[in-house]
């Protein structure tokens, strides 16, 4: 009977130290799953806030490029007179590239690949039309500083450079416009 009661007793102290460990066990999951929640759960918040920032940097930048867009369509339509009559001026074309340059080079990462892939082909090849005019006039003034219409020259070998432009980057120009309005 002692034995009995000393094997009870064991059995007793060793179920209760398993339901102890068991306990331990299980508080020490919880904490671990609580622990992991709240990292998910800060991690989801901080993507949310991210995700939200980047869609209203995106609104933002896709606002300002289709206003860019009306603002040079209203200018060809409020100088079609004076585009029709001096069709030989680059400057129209020149001033649009280099407006849809600038303003789609401010964050190309909230642009859509397709669009930013464009607006960098865009922005090379202008600069390289544009450098070439620059280099053109630099030596156009150089070669013609005593003339009295040196000013005139430089601007005309200014412009004949910035009509290639269009050749150069009219295409483009074309498909960023499209692009434009497919991803809006």
Not at 17 to 46: C, G, M, P
Not at 77 to 88: C, K, M, Q
Not at 113 to 139: C, G, I, P, Q, T
Request: net charge negative; with cysteine; charged share 30%.
């Amino acid at each position: 009977n002692k034995e009995f009661q000393y094997l009870k007793d064991a059995g007793t102290k060793e179920i209760e130290a398993l339901k102890n460990q068991y306990t331990a066990d299980i508080e020490r999951i919880k904490t671990e799953l609580q622990s992991e929640f709240l990292k998910h759960e800060t991690y989801t918040t901080i993507s949310k806030e991210i995700y939200q920032e980047l869609f209203a940097k995106r609104v933002e930048i896709y606002g300002r490029l289709l206003n860019l867009k009306k603002e040079i369509d209203q200018s060809i339509v409020d100088n079609a007179e004076f585009l029709e009559i001096h069709d030989e001026d680059p400057s129209y074309f020149t001033d649009a590239v280099q407006k849809i340059g600038n303003a789609s080079q401010e964050n190309p990462m909230v642009l859509s690949n397709e669009l930013a892939e464009l607006s960098a082909e865009l922005v090379e090849k202008s600069n390289r039309v544009f450098s070439d005019a620059k280099v053109k006039s630099l030596y156009t003034e150089a070669y013609n500083q005593d003339a009295k219409n040196v000013h005139e020259l430089v601007m005309e070998a200014e412009n004949e450079a910035l009509r290639k432009m269009f050749t150069e980057c009219s295409d483009i120009y074309e498909r960023w416009l499209l692009q434009l309005n497919f991803d809006v």
